[in-house]
């Protein structure tokens, strides 16, 4: 099946500094990436969705300056959180739409990044 | 945008059943199920393509009314396995976003 890796699975930093997140496609090209966050307890909302070689798509109320995302290519989207604080920690998990076949748009997940501001 | 699940929670004894139902208020073009476990990413469970379909494997099932806008999600002669939060997920006929729903907590107990 299609295998979608994120890394860091979980980082901590101080207020103040950026944290980027990458998302990779590993056996298949992914021309539509998502992010979404996740409080505890809550569902997954979607803040922006990225397409390979274009500007991202981001939902209402998602600050479009401090969740940089950048999709360079068909297998490696990154999400940069910039100036992190407090209230941006937060379980941020990837997903890849899957090229096509029976499950042509079954979205497959990365593992998930835990980010923990102090 | 966000499809609405109900229940919100459920607590089944080893071996009943629950449905779990998914509503949205804009014309769905496909209908996803998928289960989380606690500090996981979710797991794909089903995809509904039309109006109509009923999809299963093993003892999860799932069906899709497109002119409801509605999901439901079964599972019969549930097991310990089958705890951990379902979401259904959905996308419009255009644009590329995709919402899950506001999730339904599973616990299976023995």
């Known amino acids: 099946g299609a295998v979608v890796s994120q890394h860091p699975s979980r980082v901590i930093c101080k207020s103040g500094t950026s944290v980027k997140i990458e998302c990779r496609s590993l056996d298949f090209q992914a021309t539509t990436m998502f992010w979404y966050r996740q409080f505890p307890k809550q569902s997954l909302m979607l803040m922006a969705t990225?397409?390979?070689?274009?500007?991202?798509?981001?939902e209402q109320g998602v600050e479009k300056d401090k969740f940089l995302i950048n999709h360079a290519s068909l297998t490696l989207s990154t999400l940069t959180v910039t100036s992190a604080h407090p209230e941006d920690s937060s379980f941020y998990i990837c997903s890849a739409r899957s090229p096509g076949g029976l499950f042509a748009d079954t979205q497959y997940f990365g593992p998930g990044t835990r980010l923990t501001v102090l | 945008q966000q499809p609405v699940q109900s229940p919100q929670a459920v607590i089944l004894r080893e071996g009943e059943d629950a449905v779990i139902n998914c509503s949205s208020s804009?014309?769905?073009?496909?209908v996803h199920w998928y289960r989380q476990k606690h500090g996981e990413a979710p797991i794909f469970l089903m995809i509904l393509l039309k109006g109509g379909e009923q999809k299963g494997h093993d003892k999860i099932s799932a069906s899709f009314n497109e002119k409801k806008q509605q999901s439901s999600l079964y599972l019969t002669a549930s097991q310990l396995s089958y705890s951990g939060t379902y979401f259904c997920?959905?996308?419009?006929?255009?644009?590329?976003?995709?919402?899950f729903g506001t999730g339904t907590s599973l616990t299976v107990i023995p």
């Open positions: 990225s397409n390979e070689g274009s500007k991202a798509t981001y």
């Open positions: 804009k014309a769905l073009y496909s």
């Open positions: 997920g959905t996308g419009p006929n255009t644009g590329n976003q995709f919402y």
